[in-house]
């Protein structure tokens, strides 16, 4: 278990602790079957690296959806960053992307040995319930400050937006404007562009 894990306090579980037990389980058996040495080529890397990318997506979502917080998924999110190689062999890029996967894995391993800990959280009732805070200025959980803008090609427009968005303390995401590190389009959308709202900008004709 790393220090962080050790200095990370557990939030409550928003479902049953057997549930949430199960559900990390898979997740580490998913892994364990990507994480091992597979070949010295491209074509065995490529493909691992998607895996290993749809994998660890699915675990930053299960662990932001089981705890009551989002301290844990936030944690995880820390360690993690698989990415293609821009320097070195194919065998050293899946020897690095192996040990990711396995340190991604022990994290998951280190969290599954505490949760076992925590109790049930009972349904809060009308009276226990927390209030829904709607103010989008205090929205404080990965992504919910960024909004994603759909532009065309009147950059003046696309800028005041911007401005705009920025000036309400939220963070515009434009892609072009994201750097690529070695991404495909898609590849980059997917890792830059979690967003929790989106602005499509319509232009007369």
Request: proline share 5%.
């Amino acid at each position: 278990m790393s220090n962080s894990q050790v200095k990370l306090v557990l939030p409550e579980l928003t479902i049953p602790s057997k549930l949430a037990i199960e559900k990390i389980k898979a997740q580490i058996v998913s892994g364990e079957v990507i994480a091992p040495l597979k070949g010295d080529t491209g074509d065995f890397f490529l493909p691992k690296l998607k895996d290993a990318e749809a994998w660890s997506g699915v675990n930053y979502e299960l662990l932001y959806k089981i705890f009551a917080e989002t301290t844990v998924a936030a944690a995880y999110d820390n360690i993690t960053g698989f990415r293609k190689p821009t320097e070195g062999t194919w065998v050293d890029a899946n020897y690095r992307l192996t040990l990711e996967i396995k340190e991604a894995i022990s994290f998951l391993k280190g969290i599954l040995g505490r949760v076992s800990l925590l109790s049930d959280t009972k349904k809060p009732t009308s009276a226990s319930a927390k209030p829904i805070n709607h103010d989008v200025r205090s929205l404080d959980k990965r992504g919910e400050k960024k909004i994603f803008i759909v532009h065309g090609h009147d950059v003046a427009v696309k800028e005041t937006v911007a401005r705009f968005i920025t000036q309400l303390g939220l963070e515009p995401i434009v892609l072009h404007e994201q750097p690529n590190e070695g991404r495909t389009i898609i590849e980059k959308f997917e890792k830059k562009c979690r967003c929790i709202f989106c602005c499509c900008l319509a232009y007369p004709r």
